[in-house]
């Protein structure tokens, strides 16, 4: 193995690439670009691109890619190679200023909600400089913005940038308050990733694996995760050589791949990087995906990141740590420093506030067919958005709701005038997992969101929720003549306001969507409800007044997302049917054939034989055959109806009560008979059989 420093970035035209490549004029233009996010003139970006495509070159690439992440939530690439042919019939290596900076991709086959059609057909792709570009099979990759030429975004990348620039811009307000005027303001992102490994044998027998990414047939595995053996045990061997070359790789692409270990099921696993800029870390986390899904065929492997891969077993979640650090300074370490702490106080009571105020939309952005089968399922929080904040902080929150002075550790009292948290509530915060957005110490871990996401919808809108919050912080206080006293009475109003989204209890626990009801708060359980509340005025406004997202744009994303819901439960309904009929049904045929012949040739020996076993078994396979046939029938049915609804929302709906049911009753039956058909009968690898591999 090669030492890490010698690999770590090398595949990344970073910061070092840039000083050792560019002359220094040019160096120093760029940087500025990059941390004040000044506009790159032409000049500049040709002496940019030809530095960077001989730098490609030099570690073998000869194509380059506007990488961008359409409305799918998937990356997007086209390769173009450098080649510019002269007269003499040799090729010269080229690559433009122009070419870097923009591109234009046939935007017609990415969705866009109706957006394209209402504007121009055409969409280009713009570099994002704060997202160095890599080299990814040989290809050099411009991580960039997708936008139309009505400059409405067509991308996730688009609307993140412009979140992270509003919440920037009113903390600033908020630190100024408190005297300071850093350089850069910045969100930060830590994802940690879940997902699955299988064998590429098994995934091959299965169908529903490979057009959905998760089983539809399947019945619990004699043995599942209640000896939670699996949760930080030892790893395969084979799984390990999978995370040595994905760790290799993604430390070339300078992803600060950090920690892994199993997960709580069976061949489950995690993967965390050290966390970064959002959209660093969201790109990072992008190409974390792909590699695994990559580099697991080198092993022998399939590598599953669908929010439910098999029923009755723990699914995949991402969990999106978040934070806001100024010249690199959390916002939220509770710190030492006494007036740092009202500052930290001041942060957390907008995040609570924007929390409250914004649930519906924050639930929003982890709607997806596949994450609807996790959410309040007791593996991952419910569907209710609340706030854990760990006894401690939960302690001082309530002290200055009721004007108390906070008695930390019974012998000291502490007057919230110069409010002194100690710094080792860190490690005293957390360690509950049920919480949906819990405060871990110095961020916030936002945990509903699925593994198959793209964490840009999360965080374009804590973002933009958090700059609202910040920015009504501001407005009360810009010109306070008695900051201090101003700022404690704003923040027991705001607290005692929004106190009811606060709860550190068990989320699971059945009392708590009872207790949540009358708190007022959010129960969205499935996602066509949960979308609804991205086209709510509340949010149009919110999203308009920050130029985050105008009207036209969100309702083109909301029709993307419920699409996307109809047109997967679409597909699965059909596998479902397709593989009942082509695959379970002759299986039982075939094992009835063998259980009537026994009866028939054992009464041929003599007719006095106690045939009852075979009998009773024979009735049960018969009981199935005509159960699946009908289910089969129900299904079929219920996914024409789905498909003749026009209203989209009505669909989604049809999909969610009707398709939903009849796949669930269609598996019930297979299902039941897969436990009783001999095992060389049956003809897909059974959850006991993929589970469990060594
Ligand atoms: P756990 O499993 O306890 O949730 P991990 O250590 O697996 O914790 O993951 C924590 C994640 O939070 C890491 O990706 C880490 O880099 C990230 N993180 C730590 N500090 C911050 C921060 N200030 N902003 C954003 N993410 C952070
Ligand atoms: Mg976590």
């Not at 019930?668 to 003809?683: F, L, Q, T």
């Amino acid at each position: 193995m090669t030492h890490i420093d010698e690999v770590y970035g090398s595949l990344v035209f970073n910061d070092h690439a840039m000083q050792e490549r560019l002359p220094k004029a040019t160096y120093k233009t760029l940087s500025q670009t990059i941390k004040e996010g000044k506009p790159l003139d032409a000049d500049v970006a040709n002496v940019v691109a030809h530095a960077m495509k001989e730098w490609a070159i030099e570690l073998g690439a000869t194509h380059y890619t506007h990488w961008f992440q359409p409305l799918t939530g998937i990356t997007s690439e086209k390769h173009d190679s450098f080649i510019t042919p002269q007269e003499d019939g040799r090729a010269l290596m080229s690559f433009s200023g122009k070419e870097l900076i923009q591109g234009e991709p046939d935007a017609s086959s990415f969705p866009s909600g109706g957006l394209r059609a209402s504007f121009e057909a055409r969409g280009y792709t713009a570099w994002d400089p704060t997202s160095y570009a890599f080299i990814k099979d040989n290809v050099l990759c411009i991580p960039t913005a997708f936008v139309s030429y009505g400059a409405e975004a067509l991308d996730k990348k688009t609307p993140l940038l412009r979140s992270m620039a509003v919440i920037s811009q009113e903390a600033r307000r908020v630190l100024a308050l408190f005297g300071k005027t850093p350089t850069k303001v910045v969100t930060t992102v830590g994802a940690e990733q879940e997902y699955f490994l299988i064998k590429e044998k098994d995934y091959a027998e299965r169908l529903d694996l490979i057009l959905t990414g998760r089983t539809l047939f399947g019945s619990a595995p004699c043995k599942g995760q209640e000896l939670e053996e699996h949760y930080f045990g030892a790893i395969r061997p084979t799984v390990n050589r999978f995370m040595e070359e994905l760790d290799q790789e993604l430390w070339k692409l300078g992803i600060p791949s950090k920690t892994k270990h199993n997960e709580v099921a069976p061949t489950q696993h995690e993967l965390a990087p050290i966390f970064e800029a959002a959209n660093v870390a969201i790109d990072g986390n992008l190409i974390t995906m792909e590699l695994m899904r990559k580099l697991a065929s080198h092993h022998g492997l399939v590598c599953l990141q669908h929010e439910k891969p098999f029923a009755g077993v723990n699914g995949n979640g991402k969990h999106n740590n978040w934070s806001i650090s100024a010249d690199n300074a959390n916002l939220l370490d509770p710190g030492s420093t006494p007036f740092d702490n009202l500052q930290f106080l001041a942060f957390l009571t907008a995040v609570i506030k924007a929390v409250d105020e914004y649930q519906g939309i924050l639930r929003m952005t982890v709607a997806t067919a596949g994450n609807d089968h996790r959410l309040g399922s007791n593996e991952a929080p419910p569907a209710i958005v609340s706030i854990f904040l760990g006894d401690e902080l939960e302690t001082v929150v309530r002290a200055i709701i009721n004007s108390e002075d906070y008695n930390y550790d019974g012998n000291k009292v502490m007057d919230l005038g110069v409010p002194t948290l100690p710094t080792f509530i860190k490690d005293n915060t957390d360690r509950n997992r049920t919480s949906p957005f819990a405060f871990t110490g110095n961020k916030f871990e936002f945990r509903m969101p699925g593994s198959e996401v793209n964490l840009s919808d999360a965080n374009i809108v804590i973002n933009t929720i958090v700059a609202k919050t910040l920015a009504d912080f501001a407005d009360a206080l810009e010109g306070s003549k008695n900051f201090e006293h101003d700022a404690k009475a704003y923040m027991r109003k705001t607290l005692t306001d929004h106190q009811r989204i606060i709860f550190n209890g068990d989320n699971y626990a059945d009392e708590w969507p009872i207790e949540a009801e009358k708190r007022g708060l959010l129960n969205l359980k499935s996602t066509p409800e949960a979308l609804q509340q991205f086209i709510e005025p509340k949010s149009v406004e919110v999203f308009e007044r920050f130029g985050v997202l105008n009207k036209i744009e969100i309702d083109s994303r909301y029709d993307v997302k419920l699409e996307h819901y109809s047109k997967k439960i679409n597909i699965e309904g059909l596998v479902t049917a397709r593989m009942a009929r082509a695959r379970f049904v002759p299986a039982i045929t075939e094992y009835s054939t063998v259980v009537a012949q026994s009866i028939n040739a054992k009464k041929a020996v003599s007719t006095s034989i106690d045939t009852s076993a075979e009998e009773a078994l024979l009735d049960k396979l018969t009981a199935g055959l005509k159960a699946i046939a009908a289910g089969i029938e129900a299904l079929e049915a219920s996914l024409e109806q789905a498909a003749a609804v026009e209203d989209s929302l009505e669909q989604a709906c049809v999909y969610r009560d009707d398709v939903l049911a009849a796949m669930n009753n269609l598996r019930c039956s297979v299902d039941e008979m897969e436990v009783i058909v001999g095992h060389n009968y049956w003809p897909v690898p059974t959850y006991n059989h993929i589970l469990f591999y060594t």
